[in-house]
């Protein structure tokens, strides 16, 4: 592992959600002990980092080029890493600035780094005030492996993360990061419900292939999680970075003025799972892609298209909306269960309201591929004789408009 990989981990793991427009807003509480005295100098925050790298330090060395062997080594040392970290004053109140409506856990650690607790709030109605006890910390270990050949990996990152919570299903779940140079991990967390994530950073690329789910009870001094198994990672970019090694790739900017290439489905909502572009050719088509995945596509980008399509149903024989949902490696391969997966964001985030326009599901980077697309919240315009353009809704809006006041005779 090199420590620039660690480093480059720690700040995306500090980043947290960076979809929709920011929102500010404080959290103030309150942290006691067991027997309800104050706690003073407790650190809380959404992130933490278990390598023992204060945030101050990974900011100071983010550009200067440096290795840090240290960033893989102090497994277990617990140091806040969320953006704004805040303390306890002597009667163990807090105020803490988060920087995003999906913020909704936190942690509270005391100095020693041996007594914590989860804060769970609603961001969408924030308690006036956020109370916690602190109660001793369980110490959560385990090993990981290569599964193919039941060999240690050295290049490893574990990430600790909550359980969906279906009211903020966009809310960054994941709590804190441990890196490792020797196959190992260690957390300190309190009693409560996580789930694990695990990847290997050296060639071949691995992870864990579903999320391991854990519960740490009251009262356990430690929690033994055995061995984790990775596997080869089925990622798009690591397909699509192939691709552009081996001079395969053609990005969709590429291919403006020519032919719109075909897409892949295996199944499909509003449209017949057969139809290809060219079976829209009369029409303007705009082709959006995206995945269950990214919180970015489905908190902005899909309600925006959604607006786009009924502020202009008046000229749908003049064009069409496909969303192209892509899964790979993961679970989803009907529509009954992009449904089962979408539940929580069409509730919390869509107000119940699905999706008005047609839909495809490709688990299969086939399309993306097709396209020359390599990231989510990609928008495609093809013009009604098939032909791939530059421009977006916007620009479909602008062309609509034109036509409406030519007919107009303006």
């Given amino acids: 592992m090199t420590s620039r990989t660690v480093l480059l981990a720690l700040l995306l793991l500090n980043a947290g959600p960076s979809f929709g427009a920011e929102k500010v807003w404080f ?192 009262g356990q001094l430690e929690f033994d999680c055995g061995v984790f198994d990775l596997t080869p990672a089925s990622r798009l970019m690591y397909r699509f970075q192939d691709a552009k090694k081996e001079g395969t790739w053609r990005a969709y900017t590429e291919r403006y003025g020519q032919p719109c290439p075909n897409w892949h489905a295996v199944d499909a909502r509003g449209v017949r799972k057969g139809e290809q572009p060219a079976d829209f050719r009369g029409k303007w088509l705009l082709v959006y892609f995206w995945g269950t995945g990214c919180p970015p596509c489905i908190e902005r980008s899909l309600p925006k298209l959604r607006e786009f399509y009924e502020a202009h149903k008046t000229h749908r024989d003049r064009f069409e909306v496909v969303a192209i949902c892509s899964e790979v490696g993961t679970k989803i391969r009907t529509m009954a269960d992009f449904d089962r997966e979408m539940k929580p964001f069409v509730k919390a985030v869509w107000n119940g309201k699905e999706l008005p326009f047609p839909l495809l599901l490709d688990n299969t980077p086939q399309s993306m591929e097709n396209f020359g697309v390599e990231m989510f919240g990609t928008t495609l315009l093809i013009d009604p004789t098939g032909r791939l353009v530059p421009g977006d809704e916007l620009t479909l809006a602008a062309i609509l408009e034109e036509h409406d006041r030519k007919a107009r005779g303006e």
Wanted: net charge neutral; with cysteine; aromatic share 6%.
């Fill in 27 to 218: 959290l103030r509480g309150h942290v006691v002990d067991e027997e309800g005295r104050p706690v003073a100098g407790a650190s809380v925050t959404t992130v933490w980092n278990v390598n023992g790298i204060p945030l101050e330090q990974l900011r100071k060395t983010e550009n200067d080029g440096k290795e840090h062997p240290e960033y893989a080594m102090n497994e277990g040392r617990m140091e806040p890493l969320g953006n704004a970290p805040a303390q306890t004053d002597a009667n163990g109140n807090y105020s803490i600035e988060l920087r995003s409506s999906n913020d909704y856990k936190l942690m509270a650690l005391d100095k020693e780094r041996k007594r914590g607790a989860l804060i769970i709030v609603d961001p969408r109605h924030p308690p006036t005030r956020a109370e916690c006890k602190l109660v001793p910390l369980v110490h959560v270990y385990g090993r990981i492996r290569v599964a193919t050949t039941g060999k240690p990996t050295r290049d490893v990152t574990v990430v600790v993360g909550l359980p969906l919570n279906e009211n903020v299903p966009l809310g960054g779940d994941r709590l804190c990061m441990c890196s490792s140079a020797k196959s190992r991990f260690e957390f300190w967390l309190p009693p409560g419900n996580y789930q694990f994530e695990a990847f290997g950073h050296d060639p071949p690329r691995l992870d864990l292939a579903d999320p391991h789910p854990i519960k740490v009870q009251a």
